[in-house]
């Protein structure tokens, strides 16, 4: 900047000046801007050499530009200054305004600091102004243009082209040029800043959208089904998309889907399991409805996911169909249960069956209509003991005489009781009555035929006993000859009733492999009550059986 006589300035100098201006904030990037900057002081400033020396994260400074010689450049570019000694250097010598003036004088005690600098030849300067080839000045950049703010960088300086220190114009300009690089800058690290931002937003949407479709392709083509639903609210439960692999599986449009929860597609009975289901990882075997009215098997597992940070919360159930395991398991728990020649329950299944109507209750201590009226509304009955004295029947009977092993007070358990008496007089009382059946006659098919008509016998006595009965009551083969049946709510004279009509059933011929033959059939009937246990039940029926059996006429118990 040529100025012999300030402060008047050429019309050029100051077009020159902003020009620089305005190419500092139109370069494209951080990197551009400082460069900018450099050559700037250099083309707009009148100085032969520049540097800028930028802040980094750490507080050291950088040098980041440098403009005016090439060698220069080359050399100290990219190398580090410490904060210490930068912060030494703007605390010394002349300040002018902003700038920092060091003279020749006082600046040799900086020649071995860490900040980077280059050395320039020349001689000595003959007037009191003119410029020292060791003389420093150095522009600080304030992040709000005064020394109160951010320290952003500095501008160093060096060899005015008029070979004079700057005089009050040179000053101001230097001092204006560092405050609007400061902001040019700020603006351009904003803009990297901003540049960089949208780039990491852009991967991540890209990311997310990438994300997005390898789920719904996950989710849209799982050979198992899947849903989404809402979760908490009104709505929990609610489906909100569903995949084809469910639809196919339910046999309904994804459109109807969405009118459901899965609380209204779970069956009656298994609605309980669904309720116990934790949301979060929770697992459950059940049964949904299909359009058609059947219900399937399937394992439902659930999952929450978040719709964003604090997006509302869904549930993603998974939903794998597990009719053809669970028919397997029916049909070994079946095989397990059932007789495998008549199909009707095996001694296993009569057993549980009986204990599971019978508790240790004795048949003497029944309650009374107090004592029932009280299990109605919650309250346990006082149960006599021995001395007579009453006795808190919830708390002290289960846990300390164990007389209701199985049993937790009044927990909807209906007690069995037997028709008082062992003659034929029929009191009214209705209970469980106990068939023991054993076939007469049945060794001899056996010997004379063989074992398939043998079981052919057994298997249409089974038929013909089990259209004897009511569909309440149980049928089961014990094992050889011998059948169980159980039917309740019978007095003495319906079981009576019931063993002739059985006996009558199994009598007729029966036709095995062209010949016909006959088989008798002798009953015992027991009673079963809370008190006893199955085997007692069973041993009691049994007993009576044989009395049954002496008791009748040889010629008609023959068969074959």
């Known amino acids: ?33 400082l460069q900018t900057v450099a050559d700037g002081v250099v083309n707009g400033l009148g100085y032969e050499l520049a540097c800028v020396n930028l802040v980094r994260p750490d507080g050291d400074l950088v040098v980041a530009a440098f403009s005016g010689n090439s060698a220069a450049e080359a050399l100290i570019t990219g190398r580090v200054g410490s904060r210490t000694s930068w912060d030494r250097r703007l605390s010394m010598g002349e300040s002018w305004g ?50 109160g703010g951010e320290l952003l960088g500095v501008i160093s300086v060096d060899r005015p082209r008029n070979g004079r220190r700057p005089g ?10 560092a405050f609007q690089a400061a902001i040019a800058i700020s603006n351009a690290r904003l803009r990297s800043n901003m540049q960089r931002a949208l780039v990491r937003l852009e991967r991540e949407q890209q990311a997310l959208r990438a994300s997005e479709e390898s789920f719904r392709q996950a989710f849209e083509y799982a050979p198992s089904g899947m849903a989404i639903a809402e979760m908490g609210g009104d709505q929990h439960g609610r489906i909100l998309r569903t995949n084809d692999a469910l639809c196919r599986l339910l046999g309904r449009p994804a459109s109807a889907m ?40 399937v394992s439902l597992r659930n999952s929450v996911v978040a719709d964003a940070a604090d997006g509302p919360r869904f ?44 508790c240790r209750r ?25 001395n007579g004295h009453g006795f808190d029947f919830g708390s002290v009977v289960p846990h300390q005489s164990g007389l209701y092993e199985g049993f937790d007070g009044f927990d909807h358990h209906v007690h069995v009781i037997a028709p008082e008496g062992d003659g034929s007089a029929d ?14 006659g049945f060794k001899s098919i056996n010997d004379r035929f063989g074992h398939n008509a043998g079981d052919a016998v057994l298997i249409e006595v089974a038929r013909r006993l089990t259209s004897g009965v009511r569909d309440g009551d149980t049928v089961a083969r014990l094992g ?81």
């Open 1 to 33: 900047m040529e100025t012999e006589s300030e402060p008047y300035v050429r019309l050029a100098t100051l077009r020159q000046l902003h020009q620089v201006m305005a190419d500092m904030n139109t370069a494209r990037s951080l990197a551009d801007t």
């Open 98 to 147: 902003e700038l920092r003036f060091i003279p020749y004088t006082e600046g040799w005690i900086l020649d071995e600091d860490d900040v980077p600098q280059w050395f320039t030849d020349g001689p000595p300067p003959r007037f009191d102004d003119e410029w020292h080839p060791s003389d420093r000045l150095f522009a600080p950049m304030y992040a709000t243009g005064t020394s």
């Open 168 to 177: 009050a114009w040179g000053r101001e300009a230097l001092q204006m040029y």
């Open 258 to 297: 969405r009118r459901y929860s899965f609380s209204d597609l779970v069956h009656p009975e298994d609605i309980g399991t669904l309720l116990r289901t934790s949301a979060e990882g929770g697992r459950a075997e059940l049964r949904l409805g299909r359009r058609d009215g059947t219900y399937v098997w």
């Open 315 to 358: 549930l993603l159930t998974h939903v794998e169909d597990i009719e053809e395991r669970k028919r397997r398991e029916l049909q070994l728990a079946h095989r397990a249960s059932h007789d495998s020649l008549t199909g009707l329950p095996n001694s296993a299944e009569l057993r549980a069956r009986l204990s599971a109507r019978l």
């Open 362 to 386: 004795p048949q003497d201590s029944r309650p009374s209509a107090v004592d029932s009226l009280d299990a109605a509304y919650g309250d346990h009955p006082a149960v006599p003991d021995t």
């Open 427 to 440: 009191d009214g009382t209705k209970g469980l009555a106990v068939l023991f059946c054993d076939l007469d």
């Open 480 to 560: 050889g000859d011998e059948f169980v049946v159980l039917a309740d709510g019978l007095g003495r004279a319906d079981a009576e009733d019931l063993a002739v009509r059985l006996r009558n059933a199994i009598i007729p011929p029966i036709r095995v492999d062209g010949r016909a033959v006959r088989v008798g059939a002798s009953f015992g009937i027991g009673w079963a009550h809370c008190g006893m246990t199955a085997e007692e039940v069973l041993q009691s029926a049994d007993q009576r059986m044989y009395v049954e059996k002496r008791s009748r006429a040889k010629q008609h118990r023959r068969a074959g």
